[in-house]
Structures are given as C-alpha cells and as structure tokens.
C-alpha cells in the first residue's frame, strides 16, 4: 500500500528556510521519478521541482536558484529545503511521483507553508 507523509511546513517569515520531507512507503524514490508540488486555495496544483530516477532535477522558474530538491534512498524520503522563502510561496506542499501520481489519483496530506512579509 502506498503512502505519502509530507511534513517539516510552517509559518516563517520572508526571507527565511524551511525543509520538507516526505517519507514514502510502498514505492522506492530511487526507481521512481519523484516531485514536489504546491497548491494555494482555488488554483491547480503545480510542480514546483522534480527529480529523476537517474538522478537529473529540474525546478519551475518562479523556485530556482532558491529551493533544492533531493531523496533519501536508505530512508525513502524526498526533501525539498526551501531558502529564500517568499509570501508568493505560501501553499500546501505535495509530493507524488512525475508526470503523474504514484498511484492514481492518490494524494497525501500535504503540509502547509506560510510565508509572512
């Protein structure tokens, strides 16, 4: 059975870090290509950084240069640590597999960030 348990969101204020995990179950990270996504209330989610089973990782424009995204194999766990924090990155945070989730239409929990000015 699959499970996804992101955690690590809180409330900081701008210009400040953050470090999300997600602790997988049911699906090695290493073999899977894995992201990170995010959602704010009345929009899509969107992917904000991916990384490939072989290893190449990639972010959206509005997040380079300001978040890294890499996995655990041993612990079968993504991060996504989080510099630079601005309020336009305030959102539920997700992670799920790329281009599509792990399992259809599975989503964890998420965790929330909240960037304050």
């Known amino acids: 059975q699959v499970q996804l348990v992101e955690s690590g969101g809180g409330s900081v204020q701008a210009g400040g870090s953050l470090n999300l995990s997600c602790a997988v179950s049911?699906?090695?990270?290493?073999?899977?290509?894995m992201g990170w996504y995010r959602r704010v209330p009345g929009k899509d989610r969107d992917l904000v950084a991916r990384i490939l089973s072989h290893g190449p990782k990639s972010y959206s424009d509005s997040v380079k240069g300001r978040f890294t995204i890499s996995r655990d194999n041993a612990k079968n766990t993504l991060y996504l640590q989080m510099n630079g924090l601005k309020p336009e990155d305030s959102a539920v945070y997700y992670c799920?597999?790329?281009?599509?989730?792990?399992?259809?239409?599975?989503w964890g929990q998420g965790t929330q960030v909240t960037v304050y000015s």
């Open positions: 799920n597999g790329w281009p599509r989730p792990v399992v259809p239409g599975y």
């Open positions: 049911g699906r090695r990270v290493s073999i899977n290509n």
